[in-house]
């Protein structure tokens, strides 16, 4: 039998599909990142789990992969949920999917609920090339790093924050991305107070300023500038600075490299010659 992940409402229980509800009833694990959240849906849904319930959460992830391998080699069906949306974006799974496939073990997917996918539908951005790059560092150097890397791409970005991160992130993307680039943030999707706030980074740096709550997707348009010829000079500071926030000298020529769309041998030799 098979690993079945399965997508779980991300706010508003009613998303839940009926065989999510018919899965909670028959597995014969259900593998959650929350056991309390989890008997919660399952009463909502009015599902009776008459399966051996375990925690699968970050911390425990690497020490429990095995019995749940063991479970699958046993024949048994082991039903993998997590707090909201799909397992493994952005949650835990990955582990337990990839031991899984290794072993030429049956695994299958029970699709749903997406904050990423809702996120991106309701932005009014293109939709047709686009990237998930879940959460961002919560240093600011890091952070910064990472938008520099990502400051030419052309797709559209979806992004994960916390809202008490909200605000730095959203200045860092203006300084990094340019005060006019377009922008969605997704807060509560599917609950009560969902909110969905477009326009120019600048516009929602001031709009997050006094404060935000709840669950944070944020879509982000894609850069429509073409690239910049630079001085090996320029680019040469441009690894200098990634690297003294944290890059390996390799990532900070792969980044200066994608934000000007040269070579990164171009910029290894400018990098290495100056």
Not at 8 to 21: C, E, F, H, K, Q
Not at 109 to 121: E, F, Q, T, Y
Not at 180 to 197: F, H, S
Not at 224 to 231: F, I, L, S, W
Request: with cysteine; proline share 6%.
């Amino acid at each position: 039998m098979p690993l079945v992940l399965a997508a779980t409402p991300i706010g508003n229980v009613g998303d839940a599909s009926p065989r999510l509800r018919a899965a909670l009833q028959t597995a014969d694990v259900v593998a959650a990142e929350d056991t309390r959240r989890l008997r919660r849906l399952a009463a909502a849904l009015d599902a009776e789990i008459s399966g051996r319930v375990v925690s699968y959460y970050d911390a425990v992830e690497a020490a429990r992969t095995e019995a749940l391998l063991e479970e699958l080699r046993a024949g048994h069906t082991v039903l993998l949920v997590t707090d909201a949306g799909m397992p493994l974006v952005s949650d835990p799974g990955y582990r337990l999917v990839a031991a899984a496939t290794q072993e030429g073990l049956p695994v299958t997917v029970l699709p749903g609920p997406s904050a990423v996918l809702a996120a991106l539908a309701v932005s009014g951005l293109p939709a047709d090339r686009w990237a998930f790059e879940g959460f961002l560092p919560r240093k600011a150097g890091e952070r910064r790093a990472r938008l520099t890397e990502l400051s030419r791409d052309q797709r559209t970005l979806v992004l994960f924050e916390a809202p008490h991160r909200l605000p730095a992130t959203l200045a860092d993307l203006v300084t990094v991305f340019g005060a006019d680039r377009p922008a969605v943030v997704c807060r509560e999707l599917t609950k009560t107070y969902e909110e969905v706030r477009r326009g120019p980074l600048a516009e929602l740096v001031d709009w997050a300023a006094a404060g935000v709550r709840g669950e944070i997707t944020l879509v982000i348009g894609g850069c429509t500038q073409p690239p910049v010829a630079a001085e090996p000079s320029e680019l040469a500071a441009a690894v200098r600075d990634l690297v003294e926030h944290g890059l390996s000298r390799r990532d900070a020529v792969d980044a200066v490299a994608a934000d000007h769309g040269i070579s990164r041998r171009v910029v290894y030799a400018a990098a290495t010659r100056l």
